[in-house]
């Protein structure tokens, strides 16, 4: 099974933020670190090959204009060089990489005024939905180098591969057609599920993680060839609030193709894998040729931002459920925040795909 990584997801490290005034500490969790822990306890374990998917001209696979408004993408490449240029940050005494770019307003779709101002960081609160995508100097290389990863391991994977593994850093699936938002930039999960649907496969999303995907819900609403089916807290309690309820079932004519489990805080391993078995019941009954399987671990008892109560052992039983769909499967990596049982927690899934 290979892992499909960019070296250059370092360079992206909202760990180096303090938190805001009033914020919770814990609120830029997803840090540079979380992909070393992942990396080193796949070595440690014997999973397979990594490829490093690192490329200088930080492109993106094709199937991102399918993905994402392509003004979007197009101003995320640039975004933190506008706003350095607008602001003269080069003239100052600190350096560019020790800046870092975060919205501050925030655009209404339905308000014509919000579409007048040519400021960069007016065009920043039209594309993001959060504070909690920073952008720093380099972090469209990493934002690229996620994308890539995600559709290196879906090629693997439509060549014939039982399953493959994309280190996604930043995670992706908070990330809609046409917002930025909750550590994410571009939709690895979706770009992963796009890419397999080019080849002709039929395909689900299983979301495993702590949060509703609402970026990819956004995504395929309107699609009744991709079913998206996501167990996650219960946006009543926990972002992103204002999406994963269960009575979203899919857009005109892709009803059915959208399948929320919200779950109630404190969820611990016994109920979460029943709802992890209606999920898998209903992606059978879909009968695809391929899954992605969106792949957080903050649903750990010890996440800092978590509140389920699964056990590092638990990741293995899930892993199991899902192999034993016996389809092809492009693994995707979400959350997960505890750096201690990160690594393990993912190899516990992945091992499953091994046997």
Same mark, same amino acid.
């Given at each position: 099974?290979?892992?499909?990584?960019?070296?250059?997801?370092?360079?992206?490290?909202?760990?180096?933020?303090?938190?805001?005034?009033?914020?919770?500490?814990?609120?830029?969790?997803?840090?540079?670190?979380?992909?070393?822990?992942?990396?080193?306890?796949?070595?440690?374990?014997?999973?397979?090959?990594?490829?490093?998917?690192?490329?200088?001209?930080?492109?993106?696979?094709?199937?991102?204009?399918?993905?994402?408004?392509?003004?979007?993408?197009?101003?995320?490449?640039?975004?933190?060089?506008?706003?350095?240029?607008?602001?003269?940050?080069?003239?100052?005494?600190?350096?560019?990489?020790?800046?870092?770019?975060?919205?501050?307003?925030?655009?209404?779709?339905?308000?014509?005024?919000?579409? %007048?101002?040519?400021?960069?960081?007016?065009?920043?609160?039209?594309?993001?939905?959060?504070?909690?995508?920073? @952008?720093?100097?380099?972090?469209?290389?990493?934002?690229?180098?996620?994308?890539?990863?995600?559709?290196?391991?879906?090629?693997?994977?439509?060549?014939?591969?039982?399953?493959?593994?994309?280190?996604?850093?930043?995670?992706?699936?908070?990330?809609?057609?046409? %917002?930025?938002?909750?550590?994410?930039?571009?939709?690895?999960?979706?770009?992963?599920?796009?890419?397999?649907?080019?080849?002709?496969?039929?395909?689900?999303?299983?979301?495993?993680?702590?949060?509703?995907?609402?970026?990819?819900?956004?995504?395929?609403?309107?699609?009744?060839?991709?079913?998206?089916?996501?167990?996650?807290?219960?946006?009543?309690?926990?972002?992103?609030?204002?999406?994963?309820?269960?009575?979203?079932?899919?857009?005109?004519?892709?009803?059915?193709?959208?399948?929320? @489990?919200?779950?109630?805080?404190?969820?611990?391993?016994?109920?979460?894998?029943?709802?992890?078995?209606?999920?898998?019941?209903?992606?059978?009954?879909?009968?695809?040729?391929?899954?992605?399987?969106?792949?957080?671990?903050?649903?750990?008892?010890?996440?800092?931002?978590?509140?389920?109560?699964?056990?590092?052992?638990?990741?293995?039983?899930?892993?199991?459920?899902?192999?034993?769909?016996?389809?092809?499967?492009?693994?995707?990596?979400?959350?997960?925040?505890?750096?201690?049982?990160?690594?393990?927690?993912?190899?516990?899934?992945?091992?499953?795909?091994?046997?």
């Amino acid at each position: 099974m290979r892992t499909y990584w960019c070296s250059d997801h370092v360079v992206h490290d909202p760990g180096r933020l303090s938190q805001p005034a009033g914020g919770t500490a814990n609120y830029y969790s997803e840090v540079a670190q979380r992909g070393v822990a992942i990396l080193d306890a796949i070595a440690e374990a014997g999973l397979g090959d990594a490829v490093d998917v690192a490329d200088p001209a930080c492109d993106v696979p094709a199937v991102v204009a399918q993905v994402h408004d392509p003004a979007m993408v197009d101003f995320l490449r640039v975004a933190f060089g506008r706003v350095a240029e607008e602001e003269a940050w080069g003239a100052g005494d600190t350096p560019l990489e020790d800046h870092v770019v975060i919205a501050e307003t925030f655009a209404r779709a339905d308000d014509p005024i919000t579409s %007048r101002s040519r400021s960069a960081r007016a065009e920043l609160g039209r594309w993001c939905a959060d504070t909690s995508a920073p @952008l720093f100097a380099e972090t469209w290389k990493a934002v690229a180098g996620a994308a890539r990863s995600a559709a290196r391991a879906a090629d693997d994977v439509a060549g014939g591969a039982r399953a493959a593994y994309a280190l996604c850093r930043p995670p992706g699936h908070h990330a809609g057609r046409s %917002r930025i938002g909750g550590f994410c930039y571009l939709n690895n999960a979706a770009i992963a599920a796009s890419q397999l649907g080019a080849t002709g496969l039929r395909v689900a999303i299983l979301d495993v993680d702590l949060h509703h995907g609402n970026g990819t819900q956004d995504i395929f609403w309107d699609r009744p060839d991709v079913l998206y089916a996501s167990l996650h807290i219960d946006p009543h309690v926990d972002y992103p609030y204002y999406a994963g309820f269960a009575d979203e079932r899919g857009g005109p004519g892709a009803e059915g193709a959208n399948l929320n @489990l919200p779950l109630p805080s404190g969820t611990g391993e016994a109920d979460y894998l029943d709802a992890l078995d209606d999920a898998l019941a209903a992606i059978a009954a879909f009968d695809p040729d391929a899954l992605v399987l969106s792949l957080g671990a903050d649903t750990h008892r010890l996440d800092p931002i978590g509140e389920f109560l699964l056990d590092t052992s638990s990741f293995a039983r899930i892993g199991d459920r899902v192999a034993s769909l016996d389809r092809s499967t492009v693994v995707v990596q979400e959350g997960g925040y505890h750096l201690p049982t990160l690594g393990q927690s993912v190899v516990g899934v992945l091992g499953a795909f091994e046997s």
